[in-house]
């Protein structure tokens, strides 16, 4: 029993739960348990990313406390008017009327909107599947009563997280469930699966465009035919890692191609998967003169940011990028100073990196993002040792610039769209003006959804 007024001892980066790379398991460093969720809220949910289909519109069933995080989320996005809900309450459980909450829920919202929609997307949840609810009728019913409208499954279930395809590849995967088949063009091809448009400046950008090869991505679909247009594209790159299996879904049931492009910071690997990429569209690959003068320049970035960051300790987290410790990598291999990496799992794409660091920088720092210790971060991370511009951390990340308590950070989520040699030139980029430039921390990563101003369309 600890006295009320008893003084506490200030909790220190090492009293929260962490691992030396060297100890740590693949692909699991830490237990799963009691889970905490820091403020950082620039990464996506599920209904900013139903929101890049134009014009669909998004009905969630589920229990009234469920829906106060979407609610809000549809709120700040000034997306009401794509929005309704319809809420499970217990005497439908008893009652054993859930299908026709459904079908009479969703039927009401469709004939009380000012428009009719073309798509509109049915997000169920946990409540349905535990009460084993006839989804595959609710849909056929609602397609036969609305023929003129498309339908998908989507769900807010997080009995999903652990078994099967997450949540989020899962609502990836239903992008495009809704595209219609249609003849293929072979000079067409899609970029599926980002919830942010790709950099037009990326090398992924410019070898294709380059090529004369039509682009179709779901960000720059202004409307929902512009958005069936997709379906004529006969190769599908996906390069987030969580677009993977919608890509090969996509493929099985349009036709086509998928090509997952890997997102690297590996010179090496980038090189020969933008090679692949070309055989499988069939156009010309980079030529070597290209490939030296791209590594060339980002020698060159690399080496000026690290004139200006010298040797300031650096934090990476999982939402920065698909790879952060391909991130660590290169940033150790060229001399920074990272320290810490904040992830709660490896992506299966870092296993070498994993490997790498292990035997060669063993005393890197994983910490979790979700364990529930992690909730003093805040506090025991921030540091009184100031470099030169007043940084005490420069963190590449929302989530490690709110653990490391610091105003110099890059801010960007899943990538930003960035890959290829770009993404490196861009990182450095951004790191620089991160060092040189302090932002409004604890007001930037508490605004959901970096980047959702797309979806308004």
């Not at 739960?17 to 100890?23: L, N, Q």
């Not at 080496?303 to 040797?311: A, L, M, N, S």
């Not at 994983?366 to 529930?372: E, I, N, R």
């Not at 100031?386 to 950070?409: I, M, P, R, S, W």
Request: net charge negative; hydrophobic share 40%.
């Amino acid at each position: 029993m600890k006295k009320v007024n008893e003084k506490q001892k200030r909790i220190t980066a090492a009293d929260l739960p962490h691992v030396r790379i060297a100890d740590a398991n693949f692909p699991a460093p830490f237990k799963s348990g009691l889970e905490y969720s820091s403020p950082a809220r620039g990464t996506w949910n599920i209904v900013h990313t139903g929101m890049l289909i134009p014009e669909a519109h998004e009905i969630f069933v589920c229990a009234a406390g469920c829906l106060r995080g979407v609610v809000l989320t549809a709120a700040e996005m000034g997306a009401q008017n794509r929005f309704s809900t319809v809420a499970v309450r217990e005497n439908n459980l008893l009652d054993g009327d859930m299908e026709d909450l459904v079908i009479e829920g969703v039927s009401d919202i469709i004939g009380k909107l000012p428009k009719r929609p073309p798509a509109v997307l049915v997000y169920t949840s946990c409540v349905h599947h535990f009460a084993g609810v006839d989804l595959d009728m609710i849909y056929r019913t609602l397609r036969e009563r609305f023929p003129d409208i498309d339908f998908t499954d989507c769900y807010m279930n997080p009995v999903m997280r652990k078994s099967g395809l997450t949540p989020d590849q899962l609502m990836r995967s239903r992008l495009y469930m809704l595209l219609h088949e249609r003849d293929k063009d072979p000079r067409a091809v899609a970029i599926i699966g980002n919830d942010l448009p790709t950099d037009e400046g990326s090398d992924l950008m410019k070898l294709l465009k380059g090529a004369g090869l039509k682009v179709h991505e779901i960000t720059s679909c202004r409307n929902y035919e512009e958005y069936q247009e997709m379906a004529e594209s006969s190769v599908y790159i996906s390069y987030n890692p969580d677009a993977a299996p919608g890509g090969d879904m996509l493929a099985g049931r349009l036709g086509g191609t998928h090509f997952p492009l890997k997102f690297s910071f590996d010179y090496d690997e980038t090189d020969e998967t933008f090679a692949d990429l070309a055989r499988v569209l069939g156009i010309d690959a980079r030529s070597a003169d290209e490939i030296a003068g791209l590594r060339k320049a980002c020698e060159e970035e690399i080496e000026k940011t690290r004139e200006v960051v010298g040797d300031t300790p650096i934090s990476i987290d999982y939402t920065y990028c698909p790879r952060p410790l391909g991130l660590a990598r290169l940033l150790l291999d060229h001399g920074f100073r990272v320290e810490r990496v904040y992830v709660d799992g490896i992506p299966g794409g870092d296993r070498a990196a994993f490997d790498y660091l292990r035997e060669k920088y063993p005393d890197l720092m994983l910490y979790p993002t979700v364990h529930a210790g992690m909730r003093f971060a805040n506090s025991a991370m921030t540091s009184e040792d100031e470099g030169a511009c007043g940084v005490n951390t420069l963190a590449l990340g929302q989530k490690a610039a709110y653990f490391d308590g610091t105003d110099h950070f890059v801010n960007i989520v899943e990538g930003g769209g960035m890959i290829g040699y770009e993404a490196v030139m861009r990182t450095m980029e951004l790191m620089r003006d991160a060092y040189l430039n302090s932002k409004e921390m604890k007001e930037l990563v508490q605004v959901k959804g970096l980047g959702c101003e797309v979806c308004n369309r």
